[in-house]
C-alpha cells in the first residue's frame, strides 16, 4: 500500500508560530495538530491545531472548545499562498464571516463596494421604457426594455445577475415576482432598485458586491491572491464594518442578540485559517 507523500509547503509559512487552521471540504489542513499550553485559567489555548483536534481535547480537559487563536491577515495570507503555490494567483480569496443567530431573526445581508474589487462585471437588467429605457442604456445597462423584457422572463430567459426597474414600469414585474424573488432579483423600493434615477442606480449595480446570511454564515469572494497585505485588509476592514453595523441594528429589534463568532479567510485549494479583524 503507498503512503501519501507530505506536501512541500513554503519554509516561511510552515514556521509561523500562531496558526489556528480550520478544516474546509477543499483541502487537509496542513499544520499538524500539537498539544495545547494552558493559560492563567488552566484553559487549553491552542497553536496550529484543527478546530476539530481543540475541540476534542477541550471535551477530554474540560475547557473551553473556543480558546482558538485567530492568526492576522498578514500570517493568514502568507500560509494561503504557501498553499497556492503554482496555481492562477486571479483565483479569490474567501470571506466565511459565521454569526451567532436565533430562529426568527431576520438575516444579516447587504451590499458593498470595495475600493479594490475581484468580482466579475455584472448583466444588469433595467424594466423600463421611453426615455428611462434611453437613459438605462446609456448607463451602462446590458438588457433593457419593459414587456419583451418580462415576456423573455416568463420563458425562463434569466441571463442577468441585477434587476432594476423604473417606478412606471413596476406594475409589469407582478408577472415575475414569483420567478425573480427566490433568485433575490425582484427590485424593492427598499433596496433602491426601483427608482427614477437609474443612471445612480445602474453604477451601484455595476460595482457593489451584494451578500446575504445563510444558514448563520456570510460568504463572498473578497479579493484575489495578487492583492497586496494593504489592498486585501482594506476589503475585510470595510466589510466587517459593515456587517457589524448590520448587527447591531438587527439586536435593537429583538429581545435576544446575535453577535459575529467568527471570521474565516479560505481560497481554492488551501484550509481556511481564523483571522482576526
Known amino acids: 500500500m503507498l503512503s ?3 506536501a512541500r509547503l513554503c519554509p516561511r509559512a510552515t514556521n509561523l508560530r500562531s496558526m489556528a487552521v480550520v478544516k474546509t471540504r477543499h483541502a487537509q489542513p496542513i499544520v499538524q495538530p500539537t498539544k495545547p499550553s494552558e493559560n492563567e485559567h488552566g484553559q487549553p489555548i491552542w497553536y496550529g491545531a484543527t478546530v476539530r483536534s481543540a475541540h476534542k481535547w477541550s ?24 498553499a497556492e503555490v503554482g496555481q492562477n494567483q486571479k483565483l479569490p480569496y ?3 464571516i459565521k454569526i451567532d443567530t436565533i430562529n426568527g431573526v431576520a438575516p444579516v445581508r447587504g ?3 470595495f475600493p479594490k474589487g475581484s468580482k466579475k462585471p455584472s448583466v444588469v437588467c433595467v424594466i423600463a421604457d421611453g426615455d428611462a429605457a434611453k437613459e438605462a442604456r446609456e448607463a451602462g445597462a446590458s438588457i433593457v426594455g419593459a414587456e419583451e423584457v418580462v415576456a ?5 430567459a434569466i441571463q ?19 420567478i425573480l424573488g427566490p433568485r433575490n432579483l425582484m427590485p424593492s423600493v427598499k433596496r433602491g432598485t426601483v427608482t427614477k434615477d437609474l443612471t445612480t442606480a445602474i453604477k451601484d449595480a455595476l460595482g457593489k458586491q451584494d451578500y446575504r446570511e445563510q444558514q448563520g454564515v456570510v460568504r463572498l469572494p473578497i479579493g484575489q491572491l495578487d492583492f497586496t497585505e494593504e489592498e486585501l485588509e482594506t476589503n475585510i476592514k470595510l466589510l466587517m464594518g459593515q456587517v457589524k453595523v448590520k448587527v447591531q441594528e438587527i439586536n435593537k429589534t429583538t429581545k435576544k442578540s446575535i453577535k459575529v463568532a467568527e471570521i474565516v479567510l479560505s481560497s481554492t485549494h488551501a484550509p481556511g485559517c481564523v483571522i482576526k479583524a
Not at 65 to 77: D, G, L, V, W
Not at 160 to 178: E, G, N, Q, T, Y
Request: aromatic share 6%.
Open 59 to 82: 471535551r477530554k480537559k474540560g475547557g473551553d472548545p473556543n480558546m482558538i487563536q485567530p492568526m492576522s491577515i498578514s500570517e493568514a495570507m502568507r500560509y494561503i499562498r504557501a
Open 152 to 156: 423573455k422572463i416568463l420563458d425562463g
Open 4 to 6: 501519501r507523500r507530505p
Open 111 to 113: 451590499a458593498i463596494l
Open 160 to 178: 442577468f445577475d441585477k434587476c432594476i426597474a423604473h417606478p412606471d414600469s413596476f406594475s409589469l414585474l407582478s408577472k415575475v415576482a414569483r
Open 94 to 96: 474567501d470571506i466565511a
